[in-house]
């Protein structure tokens, strides 16, 4: 039988499967995986509790990839401290759903979690081991998506990304595409050029979650690539990849959190250290 036949692919289930980071995860990794799509798409409700346990229960899946979230940074500052609103519910109490039932059955649970689980106003990358914490309603509701998973199964994978982008088109725009649209629409600025982040390539972090699947490591992994960028630098890269010449012009991301209702953090580097040595020694 070739390898390549449906019979041979190791089963996988996963929430979130039809958004922007796990729609591109089931096209690259779809040879080698047979994905469960466990997503609102599919009738399925994550703090269905009956629901999620029988689904795990009869799944002849041993790995379960968690990636729904309430992802809308703003809508979710709306919410703030309403641990019975939709953004705390998903995040968190969705999280404890996955996790406790991953736990009853013994499948291995990979979460994805966030950069933004700190603050930003460290200089140099964050590692793993760095104190949170987190400075908008999103971010405390990953932190403690976190938390939940830690507690529940201790063998757990946590891979914290930032600022996801695939090469394709989604309904829902990245940062990469979002800059892009409104560069081509003309926009010059002004970028924050004192924002300074690392990114995520869903292309590459593919190739993470494939590990992850078969190595199963335990703990929290920050998983980027070691380029920094600011959104001037970024904005300046994608306008040149574009074939476009306007001039683009800088501003401030500490003047903009004087009178933010969401500020930024200014600063979220990643250090990607901890997954390149567990990566060599896999």
């Given at each position: 039988?070739?390898?390549?036949?449906?019979?041979?692919?190791?089963?996988?289930?996963?929430?979130?499967?039809?958004?922007?980071?796990?729609?591109?995860?089931?096209?690259?990794?779809?040879?080698?995986?047979?994905?469960?799509?466990?997503?609102?798409?599919?009738?399925?409700?994550?703090?269905?509790?009956?629901?999620?346990?029988?689904?795990?229960?009869?799944?002849?899946?041993?790995?379960?990839?968690?990636?729904?979230?309430?992802?809308?940074?703003?809508?979710?500052?709306?919410?703030?401290?309403?641990?019975?609103?939709?953004?705390?519910?998903?995040?968190?109490?969705?999280?404890?759903?996955?996790a406790a039932a991953c736990a009853r059955h013994g499948v291995h649970l990979i979460h994805l979690s966030t950069g933004y689980v700190f603050d930003g106003e460290?200089?140099?990358?964050?590692?793993?081991?760095?104190?949170?914490?987190?400075?908008?309603?999103?971010?405390?509701?990953?932190?403690?998506?976190?938390?939940?998973?830690?507690?529940?199964?201790?063998?757990?994978?946590?891979?914290?990304?930032?600022?996801?982008?695939?090469?394709?088109?989604?309904?829902?725009?990245?940062?990469?595409?979002?800059?892009?649209?409104?560069l081509r629409e003309g926009k010059t600025g002004p970028f924050f050029d004192d924002h300074f982040f690392t990114l995520t390539p869903i292309e590459w972090f593919a190739d993470i979650v494939d590990?992850?699947?078969?190595?199963?490591?335990?703990?929290?992994?920050?998983?980027?690539?070691?380029?920094?960028?600011?959104?001037?630098?970024?904005?300046?890269?994608?306008?040149?990849?574009?074939?476009?010449?306007?001039?683009?012009?800088?501003?401030?991301?500490?003047?903009?959190?004087?009178?933010?209702?969401?500020?930024?953090?200014?600063?979220?580097?990643?250090?990607?250290?901890?997954?390149?040595?567990?990566?060599?020694?896999?």
């Amino acid at each position: 039988m070739s390898a390549e036949t449906p019979h041979s692919k190791t089963p996988v289930m996963g929430t979130g499967l039809s958004g922007l980071v796990g729609s591109r995860i089931v096209d690259l990794l779809g040879d080698r995986y047979s994905f469960q799509n466990l997503d609102r798409t599919e009738g399925i409700d994550i703090l269905n509790q009956e629901q999620i346990e029988n689904i795990v229960a009869n799944s002849a899946a041993k790995t379960m990839l968690h990636l729904a979230a309430f992802t809308d940074l703003n809508t979710a500052q709306k919410e703030a401290g309403d641990t019975s609103g939709i953004v705390y519910q998903v995040n968190v109490e969705g999280t404890r759903t996955i996790a406790a039932a991953c736990a009853r059955h013994g499948v291995h649970l990979i979460h994805l979690s966030t950069g933004y689980v700190f603050d930003g106003e460290k200089n140099e990358p964050y590692t793993e081991t760095d104190p949170t914490n987190p400075v908008d309603w999103y971010s405390e509701t990953k932190l403690k998506a976190e938390e939940v998973v830690t507690e529940l199964t201790s063998e757990a994978t946590i891979l914290r990304i930032n600022f996801p982008y695939r090469q394709d088109e989604f309904p829902k725009a990245d940062i990469w595409h979002k800059m892009a649209n409104a560069l081509r629409e003309g926009k010059t600025g002004p970028f924050f050029d004192d924002h300074f982040f690392t990114l995520t390539p869903i292309e590459w972090f593919a190739d993470i979650v494939d590990w992850a699947i078969t190595a199963k490591p335990a703990g929290i992994f920050h998983a980027t690539t070691d380029t920094v960028y600011t959104d001037l630098s970024l904005a300046t890269e994608i306008r040149d990849s574009l074939g476009l010449t306007q001039e683009l012009t800088g501003s401030s991301v500490h003047t903009y959190n004087q009178t933010a209702e969401r500020p930024y953090a200014p600063s979220l580097i990643l250090s990607n250290e901890k997954l390149k040595a567990a990566l060599k020694t896999s």
